[in-house]
């Protein structure tokens, strides 16, 4: 069934890409003239870079759209995704307006990368499937669309069609040896076959692969990023490898990844440092990524809601259903944008204080800087869902009991601990919001011993599960869907579960995605700092008939784990 879907929704893809940039015989596929000419330039020569201005200085709207495209291109290949969304944007309704399929594709493909680096939610994947789409007929083209795309589908969970898509880039990319470095591929199909715990060997064959081909020429920088992310993901590096990926990032400013490799280092000597320079190196990479996250994810807000004012006044100008709707959304995108500032700066404040004690804090604030936005994105897809079927009232009443739940949620949550009492009415509040957008058949309900009530877990611990059950088992199309949560003590502990009506004939990969890897390494944060780590367990179990994902945290009568 979902495999059906999955189909279904590639081909509505390909049909709404023909219907946007108007199929016909007019559509140009070949570059302009002035175009090729400086394309054949030297990159970032001087002649390259005073053609590019030419092109956006043009007349001509397809020059320009190329112009902007190409200068777009050279800031995400330097790492700066955010300073290239608004070329994007302007370069992307420039080649639809203009029928410009090659263009389209080219820059599709660069807008999904850039959103994919900021972290924003699906429309990633629709970027991408727009992108393979346009370039149906080009092989290589395809290849280089449907490698990005399996990068894409590893990090939302969805390992299985990211392998079926790896099988088929790398047939072609091994047809055509020495046209295109292949390293990139080897390193997602790893991590797939990794995910899904398949053929250990071919993993190690392929991770390995992969890091001999990284200082080939022709692998640009964020490229090789991306491969040392998977290696390390993997730990299929040596202490010289990891010494070396730490010189890389740490000479192009990467700071996560030089955090990353620095706590897999042992053998400091191999950079010349002492084991409390190597700590407080390390310590000093994770503050710097931490600020660049909080820079980036203010500035790309903040072309959001611009982006919105923007097709606002396009709008108005054709229908005033548009216009009325683009309103709803950016009242949603600014709330969004204040909650998401107060919480980072909140976070980053309290990081900049406790830097000094220890360096495991940086990994609870690392969850939460992912568990926010990856919410608060599901959120925005839901109002966008009910603002297309044109429900308006129900889109103002839904954004209304949201930014009371953020708001709510935003002053109860910044604390590490809170009493399963105030979790269970956050609970109800967001399942409350789950059936009002698209999971009214869902039945959720509450089982809780009153001397629960008062005992302390993780703050927004079962959010992300309830999330992944309302997901799976409310897209099943069961009529009696349900969503149960049960909280008891055991003994000195405390039994969380979380239990849904599974994922009936869809597939069995629900609720192994994204959400469920963040919990789980919250678990683990808090069993690898507690003197009883054993007492911290988190169980699954998916099947057709039930979803059941048990966690167990020790009985605490006050915040201190």
Not at 329 to 343: C, E, T
Not at 458 to 464: A, D, E, N, R, V
């Amino acid at each position: 069934m979902k495999r059906i879907g999955q189909m279904y929704k590639k081909c509505w893809i390909i049909l709404t890409a023909c219907i946007v940039v108007g199929c016909s015989p007019q559509e140009s596929y070949e570059l302009p003239e002035r175009v090729a000419e400086i394309t054949a330039r030297e990159r970032l020569s001087e002649d390259y870079l005073a053609g590019i201005e030419e092109l956006v200085g043009s007349k001509k709207e397809v020059e320009v759209a190329w112009g902007l495209y190409m200068r777009a291109r050279d800031l995400v290949v330097n790492g700066a995704s955010v300073e290239s969304l608004p070329m994007i944007e302007r370069s992307e309704i420039l080649f639809r307006s203009n029928n410009n399929l090659r263009g389209l594709s080219r820059i599709l493909l660069l807008k999904a990368h850039s959103y994919w680096a900021l972290g924003a939610g699906e429309e990633i994947l629709s970027a991408s499937q727009e992108t393979m789409a346009l370039r149906q007929g080009d092989t290589l083209a395809w290849a280089t669309a449907a490698g990005n795309y399996s990068t894409y589908l590893i990090d939302f969970g969805y390992y299985g069609e990211a392998l079926e898509y790896s099988d088929t880039v790398l047939a072609i990319f091994k047809s055509r040896l020495g046209t295109i470095n292949p390293s990139e591929a080897y390193a997602v199909r790893a991590e797939a076959l990794h995910r899904l715990q398949k053929n250990p060997e071919e993993v190690d064959s392929l991770i390995q692969g992969a890091l001999g081909l990284v200082d080939s020429a022709g692998v640009p920088d964020i490229d090789k990023q991306n491969i040392y992310f998977r290696a390390l993901g993997l730990q299929a590096m040596n202490q010289v490898e990891l010494a070396q990926c730490i010189e890389f990032a740490h000479a192009r400013n990467f700071w996560d990844l030089e955090a990353q490799a620095r706590r897999q280092l042992n053998e400091y000597e191999l950079l010349g440092e002492s084991r409390d320079e190597a700590k407080e190196a390390e310590i000093t990479a994770n503050r710097l990524a931490l600020r660049r996250v909080d820079a980036s994810q203010s500035r790309f807000l903040a072309f959001e809601l611009e982006r919105g004012k923007r097709e606002r006044l396009r709008y108005e100008e054709t229908a005033r259903l548009r216009q009325q709707t683009l309103a709803i959304f950016l009242s949603m995108a600014l709330i969004l944008a204040v909650g998401i500032w107060v919480s980072y700066r909140s976070v980053l404040g309290t990081k900049e204080a406790k830097l000094s004690v220890q360096e495991a804090e940086l990994e609870l604030e690392s969850y939460k800087n992912k568990i926010r936005p990856h919410f608060l994105f599901n959120q925005l897809n839901n109002v966008n869902g009910i603002l297309n079927q044109e429900r308006m009232e129900d889109a103002q009443e839904y954004l209304a009991e949201l930014g009371q739940y953020l708001r709510s949620l935003l002053q109860d949550q910044n604390g590490h601990f809170v009493n399963v009492g105030a979790e269970l009415h956050h609970l109800q509040k967001y399942a409350a919001l789950q059936q009002q957008s698209s999971y009214s058949h869902v039945d959720f309900k509450i089982d809780v011993s009153p001397t629960s009530m008062k005992a302390f877990i993780p703050s927004g611990i079962l959010q992300p599960l309830v999330e992944n059950s309302f997901k799976y088992t409310g897209s099943t199309g069961a009529q009696e869907a349900w969503v149960y949560i049960t909280v008891f003590e055991e003994g000195k502990s405390l039994r969380l579960e979380v239990s849904d009506s599974g994922f009936g004939e869809s597939s069995p990969t629900g609720g192994t995605g994204h959400g469920l890897a963040l919990v789980k390494q919250r678990i683990d944060y808090h069993r690898k700092r507690a003197k009883k780590g054993e007492q911290w367990t988190l169980e699954t179990s998916f099947t057709k008939a039930k979803g059941t994902v048990n966690i167990t945290v020790p009985l605490l009568t006050d915040k201190i784990a």
